[in-house]
Each structure stands twice: as C-alpha cells, then as structure tokens.
C-alpha cells in the first residue's frame, strides 16, 4: 500500500535527523547513527560512488522515511527512538543541513576490541567522495546549529584532512573531531586555537600503558596523553575545546587504570572529561549484559575525580540513554552508585582541589541567581523567590543552542526591550537565531546589557557560567534557568 501523503496542517511524528541529519558511513548514506538504533539506508555505497545523489535526491528520501515513520505498517528502528516528536507537517525544512556525522572510512591505526570495525576486520579507506555530497547543501541550506562528527576510522590518516576542514570552516558548521591522538595533526591543532574546530575528543580508556596496550591494540599510551596535553594547551587559548573519554569495559575497570586515569587528567588538564560505556551489548540486542563492575569504576572514577576539582561529564546520559530504555535504567544505577560511594568520600575539601594550570583557577561551584519560566520567577542567590518582568531590558541569551532557542518563544522574554545570543565559538558569531544576533563574550561589556540568561546543556555549564561572569561589568545581573 503506497505511504500517505501529508498536508501541511497535519500533525505528524518526525525527527531532527530524519529532517536534516546526514550520516556518510561506510555501507552507505542514512539520517543518522544512535548506536542501539540505526534509521534505513537513503543509499548504498555504489549509488554514491557513481556520484549521483543529489540534494532533491536526499530531500525525497527523508521525506519517504518521514512517511513511514508515520505508518503503522511499516518497520524501522526510528519507531523505537526516543527522539520522536510531534510536529505540523508544513513546519518541516526537508532541505536543510543540521547534524552531519562522517564515518565513511575505517582506517585507524589502532584495534580497539569494543571497536566494530576491529571485530568485523574492517579497515577501508575513504568509500566514496563524502565532501562531494555535502557540497550538494548551499551555504543557505546550513542550519544555525549545524555541526559535524568528523569520526570515521581515524581522521588523521585521510590524506586530505584539512580539505574537509576548510569545507567546515568556511560553510560556517560546528567541527567535532573524534581522533585517537596517535598522531599528532598540526590542523587540529590550529583548529582549536581558533575555534573552526569546537570540540576534540579522544577516547583513551586506561591509565596504564599495559591496558592501553591490551586494550586498543598498540603500545601508544604515553604518545597520546603527550599529544593531549598539546591539543589542551590548545583548548586553554577559550576557543576550541579538548574533551578526554573514558569507555567503561569489562577489562579497565581496575583500581589501578582509574587511579592512573584520574592523576593524568589532573596533570592534562583537558577542557572536559567525559565518562560512558561500550555499547556494544546494548546495540547487539545482548540484554542482561552483566554492567555491574562498570557501574562501580563509573562511579569510582567520578568521585575521584570530584574530589580533586574535575566534574566529569556524564557522556552517556546524552548518547545511549536518550534513546534507549535499557541505557536509561543503567544511567539510573549509575547515579545510584555515585551517590551510595559518596557518601563516604568528602569532596568539599579546598586542598584536595588541584589548581588548573592552564588558567590558573580552581574550579568550583557557582552560585548564581535562578530564574524559572511560565510564570516567569527569579530566585535571588539568599533564597527569596519573585516575579521578574523583563519588559524594557536589554538581555542577552547564554549560550546559542536549543533550550535557549526555546526561551525566545517565552511571553516575559519577547517582552524585553531587545534580545541577542552570546556564544563562545567563533563559527556561530554573526549568525541569527529567529532573526537575533549570536556575539561573542568578549563583546557582553559593548552591547550596554541588563541582564544574561544562562540556559546550557549540562555538560557546558561551568565552562559558560565561568566566561560569561569574566566578561560581564558588575551591572549586569546573571541568571541561569533551573527546570
Ligand atoms: S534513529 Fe532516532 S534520531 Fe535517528 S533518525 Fe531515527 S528517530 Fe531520528
Ligand atoms: S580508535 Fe576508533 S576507529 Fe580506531 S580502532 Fe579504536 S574505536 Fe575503532
């Protein structure tokens, strides 16, 4: 039976990636990659090597799974997803280019055993011109939060590295760049000195080189964290930004790889650490995997790292556990087990908190007015809680992405006299968010403000909190919004 056609009064189930994701992968082009769940192919490698998918093309299938989403007869993983949402059908922009992950090679030189390219004996190179495809979106067709994965594989290998890179910089897209810092890449360097690169991120998984070894197949522990530490010296200029992970597995869950972990952070300094697991059981429909000894070294490495001055991310809050049910209830004993391992650990000691050399700042707590929406409240830092109109102020929103996008649509908040957006990443400066202007911090002092609402994602909100309170004079009052 042929799938409904829509109008564009209608109310249909959708997603952002199925709107506007593009994910190039080694078997072929989809909306995206969750890990447990996988959307169906727009194509396969050998339509994309003949070089014939155009942007019509793209656009036609996203609106054909789009359909099908929406058709009780038909299967697919989308089904599953918790990213579904309610939308008008006419509301939908098929052509638009949002979250872009590149993984359309496997090289790598390293063998990572969580890795499905290690498993599978996988190590292709670039599979088709993957720069050809996205050339097909125009600089308007470039959301305002448009960002890569640039994974793969291992992007240092690809010959023509800083060609997608100039791609990126110049449409004005988010980098994120997944690489195992084996070898050091002057590009990425330069990337996060001047922002065209947001975010590297490298998995390093151990704190010994004996498990490093075991575990990702090569003896090269000490030449990663040495080129991390660059990449952070990099990071520590307040452009781009470097994030070291940790993949939990059934073989570094050892005291010694956490200790060995932590300490190295500690002496890094990276932007941000991030904690989650290997998802290989979950995405493999393996359920009853055995995650306890993860769960406690989660939470062990976590308290360690708190109680020394690092609040590590919960990377995996955001990646598996959107999606999954499964991945949910594991975040939920993960944050159990922290909270029953803490109660025994103090971690408001001030000498246990190492000073960041970097910037030469502990890192602690900050205690900021709140603010609330519908009704509209302001909670002042004493506890005493009021109405807070905004009518004739000038604010600004903190930083540009999609809970502060929401506020924009906020009766008290259309009220004020003028509204812009602040954002720390050069790439998003002078872009317009609903018609509002995205700037700098460095320029809050210039812009004559009243006030700066910070809405941020949780793993960013130091990081903002810290830059906006440097950049703003005394008179303006900051808020950041509590649920
Ligand atoms: S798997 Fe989820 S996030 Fe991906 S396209 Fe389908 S609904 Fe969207
Ligand atoms: S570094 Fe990445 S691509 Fe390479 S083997 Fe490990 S997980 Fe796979």
Request: proline share 3%.
């Amino acid at each position: 039976m042929p799938l409904k056609e829509f109008l564009p009064d209608d109310t249909v189930k959708t997603c952002c990636k199925l709107e506007s994701g593009l994910n190039l992968a080694v078997d072929g082009l989809r909306a995206c990659t969750r890990g447990a769940l996988m959307p169906p192919l727009f194509c396969n490698v050998e339509e994309l090597s003949r070089g014939m998918i155009t942007r019509d093309f793209i656009v036609g299938k996203r609106k054909e799974y789009i359909r099908m989403l929406n058709d009780d007869a038909s299967d697919m993983d989308c089904k599953r997803c918790l990213m579904v949402e309610q939308k008008r059908y006419g509301d939908i922009l098929f052509s638009g280019l949002g979250h872009i992950d590149l993984q359309h090679y496997s090289i790598c030189n390293l063998r990572c055993t969580y890795c499905t390219y290690t498993r599978e004996d996988l190590h292709l190179s670039e599979q088709y011109d993957a720069l050809s495809v996205l050339k097909q979106f125009s600089q308007d067709d470039v959301q305002w939060n448009s960002h890569v994965d640039f994974a793969g594989g291992e992007p240092t290998l690809l010959e023509n590295l800083e060609a997608y890179l100039d791609f990126f910089r110049t449409r004005r897209i988010r980098v994120l760049m997944h690489t195992n810092a084996v070898k050091f890449h002057q590009a990425i360097y330069d990337g996060i000195s001047d922002g065209s690169i947001y975010w590297v991120i490298t998995s390093v998984d151990a704190g010994t080189p004996s498990t490093f070894k075991a575990l990702r197949g090569q003896d090269k522990y000490l030449r990663v964290i040495e080129n991390l530490s660059r990449y952070a010296a990099a990071g520590s200029k307040g452009k781009g930004m470097l994030a070291v992970k940790y993949i939990f597995c059934d073989s570094n869950c050892g005291d010694d790889d956490i200790t060995g972990f932590a300490y190295a952070m500690l002496a890094l300094r990276p932007q941000q650490v991030w904690l989650t697991f290997d998802f290989t059981p979950l995405s493999s429909g393996r359920s009853g995997h055995d995650y306890s000894g993860q769960i406690e070294a989660y939470a062990k490495l976590y308290l360690l790292l708190k109680k020394h001055g690092i609040e590590a991310f919960h990377y995996y809050k955001e990646a598996i556990a959107s999606v999954s049910k499964e991945g949910k209830d594991i975040m939920d004993q993960i944050m159990k087990a922290i909270e029953r391992l803490g109660c025994d650990i103090p971690l408001d000691i001030p000498d246990l908190f190492f000073v960041d050399f970097r910037n030469n700042n502990i890192s602690a707590g900050f205690d900021t007015d709140k603010f609330s929406v519908r009704p509209f409240k302001i909670t002042h830092k004493g506890g005493q809680s009021e109405r807070w109109s905004l009518a004739g102020k000038r604010i600004l929103l903190a930083p540009a992405c999609a809970l502060t996008q929401n506020l924009l649509s906020d009766p008290e908040i259309q009220n004020a006299a003028w509204i812009g957006f602040v954002d720390r990443n050069p790439i998003q400066h002078g872009k317009t968010i609903e018609g509002r202007t995205i700037y700098g911090y460095e320029t809050i002092g210039s812009l004559d403000i009243d006030a700066i609402l910070v809405a941020s994602p949780e793993k960013h909100r130091r990081d903002i909190l810290d830059v906006v309170y440097k950049n703003s004079p005394d008179s303006v009052q900051i808020a950041e919004m509590v649920d």
